[in-house]
């Protein structure tokens, strides 16, 4: 870090979360004009189960305590580890967001060391430059462009079903078994997905403190499960976390009718903003299905990866 400030990165802790959001407000405005990334966003990070952000989250601190830059790592999935971390856009250019970069390296292959065809993924801005020159001087490649989406939901109209879809929230325990098959056979080939055990998968759902399963929408036809829509809310703010339609169901308006049911749901417990993210190259055409129940890019981001070899790239100065 230059002679500008001086600054410390520590681990975070619960005490930094509104000061750490309030650091993705501002890069969010710098970059998109709107807040997209807010408190209850990064608090549903945090509670995310196996989260420690003794080990997984820092900040970074100027002398005079305020925080201004943040960043974390976590175990997507296995063998993939994923991070992200933003700067006060006043203190960049500081060398901030290399020593957060540095602590998230580490703990990213410590969290994915030893398993096949591990890989390393951070995600950053689309438009920016110096972050993106950062991650090509440690070895990292630009993977892949993604999009958040939202929609300001006006009023709680579901629409008509397609014909012979029935649609429900979770309606017990008993249901995650095929809401998990469904996701797992709608996302096979999609990029940077891997399968994922049931009880690992199941055990992240239920366990986080934002699960509801009121909010979850399930499509079935003749019994049995054909699409599922996944959603929570935070702060307010809803957030579509996963959607999928069996590859045999598809081009039926079967995902428009979840999405548009998963909306009045929101509403109906008053909330009017809702977010997700979405590959911007989904072969399935999501962005095209999004964009067909009104919503609208906020945001762009990339993501950018490497392997993890047996040996750790030399540390940044």
């Not at 590959?279 to 609208?296: F, I, K, P, Q, S």
Request: glycine content about 12%; overall charge negative.
């Amino acid at each position: 870090m230059d002679s500008r400030g001086a600054y410390d990165v520590r681990a975070a802790t619960w005490d930094d979360l509104v000061s750490a959001a309030r650091v993705l407000a501002e890069d969010d405005l710098d970059d998109a004009g709107q807040v997209v990334l807010d408190t209850g966003f990064l608090r549903g990070q945090w509670e995310q189960p196996g989260f420690d952000l003794t080990t997984d989250a820092w900040v970074a601190v100027e002398t005079a305590g305020q925080v201004v830059g943040y960043g974390q790592t976590t175990r997507e999935a296995p063998g993939v580890a994923g991070s992200w971390g933003v700067v006060r856009p006043d203190h960049r250019g500081r060398g901030i967001g290399s020593a957060l970069f540095q602590r998230i390296e580490t703990r990213a292959v410590e969290l994915v060391a030893g398993e096949p065809d591990a890989r390393f993924r951070h995600s950053i801005n689309a438009s920016d430059e110096a972050a993106a020159a950062l991650l090509r001087s440690r070895g990292l490649s630009l993977a892949r462009h993604f999009w958040h989406m939202g929609i300001e939901l006006p009023v709680a109209d579901a629409g008509p079903l397609p014909a012979g879809i029935a649609i429900t929230s979770l309606r017990s325990a008993a249901d995650l078994r095929e809401v998990h098959g469904v996701l797992e056979q709608a996302f096979a080939h999609h990029w940077g997905v891997r399968p994922q055990a049931f009880d690992g998968w199941a055990r992240e759902q239920t366990m986080s403190p934002s699960y509801d399963p009121h909010l979850w929408r399930l499509a079935w036809e003749d019994g049995s499960l054909v699409g599922a829509l996944v959603a929570v809310v935070h702060d307010g703010r809803g957030w579509v976390t996963l959607l999928g339609v069996r590859a045999d169901c598809r081009s039926r308006g079967i995902a428009s009718a979840l999405l548009r049911h998963a909306f009045a749901g929101f509403v109906g417990c008053g909330v009017r903003s809702v977010l997700l993210a979405v590959d911007a190259a989904n072969a399935t055409g999501a962005t095209r299905l999004y964009e067909g129940v009104g919503m609208h890019v906020v945001k762009r981001f990339d993501i950018w990866e490497r392997a993890v070899g047996g040996a750790m790239l030399s540390h940044l100065s």
